[in-house]
């Protein structure tokens, strides 16, 4: 089993890293153990689908971690969230294996639904680029004006050298 290790910040108070800095590196550490944790040693029949750890918020406190989900495809992700909090306690306890820390944040899984947002944007935006005709720009050649290599153009400062 892996054990994810964390850099311990240096004890004189002079030489104390960031709290921002040591909170990043417990949030980096609880996704990667999370994730493999997930991959491998969890088999609940409600957990389905696609399933990736988008984010992991730990509190200042570092006494909670939020871990955001993203689930696909989307029906599933009402039941995978219920299973992955059903065996939240049980992801706990692996984890606390998984990682040396002192003590392990208690986990609170959520969806993440940022990846849908985006996918949804991105639908809209090809979606008018199809519709939208070209809009010329004055002093630039259309776009649709490609070079066909077939058919080199007349102006011989336009053609490829070589030719």
Known sequence: MTVWRLNRPPASPAD???????????????KRAISSILLSKISDPRIQGMLSITSVEVTEDFSEAFVSVSVLPDRLAKRTLYGLRHAAGHIHALLCKAVDMRSVPKLQFKIDSTLKKQDEIFQAIQKG????????TPGLPPLSNHVDPSNPPDDPSLQEPGR
Do not use: D, F, N
């Open 129 to 136: 680029m199809a519709r939208e005709p070209e809009i010329p």
């Open 16 to 30: 104390q890293v960031p709290m921002s800095h040591r909170k990043q590196q417990v949030e980096a550490v609880l």
